[in-house]
């Protein structure tokens, strides 16, 4: 079993930056992809971006370029990096954990954090 917790989140103006942590606990390392996805009020969740289980990094166009996906060398902790926020970032952001080398899919992410709310005002 792998325990993740989200942590970060806030109220931010657009333009503002913000970073996510992701704690993890448990069976961890980079046996794992660890995905970021958000959940709008009235949307379904989405894919964010992900760290492969080679720390390779993958994102969605809508943040292509404004956030960035790390790990610490402990592989203990994955980061999002948000910078440039615009206000339709407003979301529950969610970090997750798959036992596939990547994958967008939300489906194949097995462990899920309790999310963490990121709104940004205009």
């Known amino acids: 079993q792998v325990q993740l917790v989200e942590s970060g989140g806030g109220l931010v103006q657009a333009g503002g930056s913000l970073r996510l942590s992701c704690a993890a606990s448990?069976?961890?390392?980079?046996?794992?992809?660890m995905g970021w996805f958000r959940q709008a009020p009235g949307k379904e969740r989405e894919f964010v971006g992900a760290i492969t289980r080679g720390d390779d990094t993958v994102y969605a166009d809508s943040v292509k370029g404004r956030f960035t996906i790390s790990r610490d060398n402990a592989k203990i902790t994955v980061y999002l990096q948000m910078n440039s926020l615009k206000p339709e970032d407003t979301a529950v952001y969610y970090c997750?954990?798959?036992?596939?080398?990547?994958?967008?899919?939300?489906?194949?992410?097995?462990?899920w954090g309790q999310g963490t709310q990121v709104t940004v005002s205009s």
């Open positions: 997750a954990a798959s036992d596939y080398y990547y994958t967008s899919i939300e489906a194949k992410y097995a462990y």
């Open positions: 448990g069976r961890t390392g980079s046996r794992y992809a």
